[in-house]
């Protein structure tokens, strides 16, 4: 699971020990937008001490590193820090082809041979040809494990107005979800800029968690738990699905195949959710 994606910026690693307290479920240093051009350099330097800081903090989460985008100057350098470091993601923004990834994709498979475990790709789906390509970049990116959509770079590219309610969005963010669910990987939902709004951050999370999103990224600390507590299923939730699941499975022992459940119709696509309701509640 990956409920939040924080990030806080590599040349401020008195920010990276902080990570512990926020909680989220995959913490990102990040040497892209929030590291200064003229400071690129010397926190890839010291990329490996950062990474060390942070764990030796008490870390509980992920800890990831987002590189510089694929056609930067920075981003070799950066890919070869990275997975030099103990880190359990590497952060690849603003994909649009599969090819952009390779080089990501050969330090995976012929990187580090001695290390027992390599670290997931996060792939950045965040221009127009990136959404027009998302399910290509989904599809055959070996070592994808999940995708984000940025919504404020896709304005950007699109020449579009943002609002409040983020319905321009709505048609890119529909398709970059529907293509990381149909690989198989982790859609992790917009960031919300309006740090002091936390209604339109549960909104917007909420709003998220019904596409199918199953995380969001978090640019403040104060929203790491709103996210947490909107792609988290409820006590209710986790309730209602436990018995949801038991009965159907009495009906169908007893071969009957649809049910009516507490008023409701019920077979296989009800079950489907129920038990996904089950599993993000960590019981099998």
Not at 205 to 228: E, T, W
């Amino acid at each position: 699971m990956i409920r939040s994606l924080f990030f806080a910026p590599a040349n401020r690693p008195d920010l990276v020990v902080k990570f512990p307290r926020f909680s989220a479920d995959c913490n990102v240093i990040d040497l892209e937008d929030g590291t200064p051009d003229a400071e690129k350099a010397s926190a890839r330097a010291a990329l490996a001490e950062t990474v060390k800081s942070a764990r030796e903090a008490g870390l509980q989460g992920m800890l990831a590193v987002r590189v510089n985008v694929p056609d930067s100057p920075h981003y070799l350098a950066d890919l070869e820090a990275a997975f030099a470091c103990d880190i359990d993601a590497v952060v690849i923004p603003k994909l649009e082809t599969p090819a952009q990834a390779q080089a990501a994709v050969h330090w995976l498979e012929h990187g580090s041979q001695s290390a027992e475990r390599k670290p997931m790709l996060i792939g950045g789906i965040e221009s127009v040809r990136g959404v027009l390509n998302a399910v290509d970049i989904c599809d055959n990116t070996p070592g994808l494990g999940a995708v984000y959509f940025g919504a404020e770079d896709f304005a950007a590219d699109i020449g579009g107005r943002r609002t409040r309610e983020g319905d321009e969005v709505a048609t890119a963010r529909g398709w970059v979800v529907m293509a990381a669910r149909a690989a198989g990987l982790i859609a992790l939902d917009q960031a919300v800029l309006d740090i002091r709004d936390d209604a339109l951050f549960t909104q917007d999370a909420s709003r998220g968690c019904d596409m199918g999103y199953q995380g969001k990224i978090c640019v403040a600390p104060a929203q790491v738990a709103l996210a947490n507590a909107a792609f988290s299923p409820t006590p209710e939730e986790v309730e209602y699905a436990r018995r949801l699941v038991a009965t159907y499975e009495e009906a169908t022992a007893r071969g009957i195949g649809t049910i009516d459940f507490e008023g409701k119709m019920v077979d296989g696509p009800l079950l489907k959710r129920s038990q996904a309701v089950l599993a993000a509640a960590g019981e099998a």
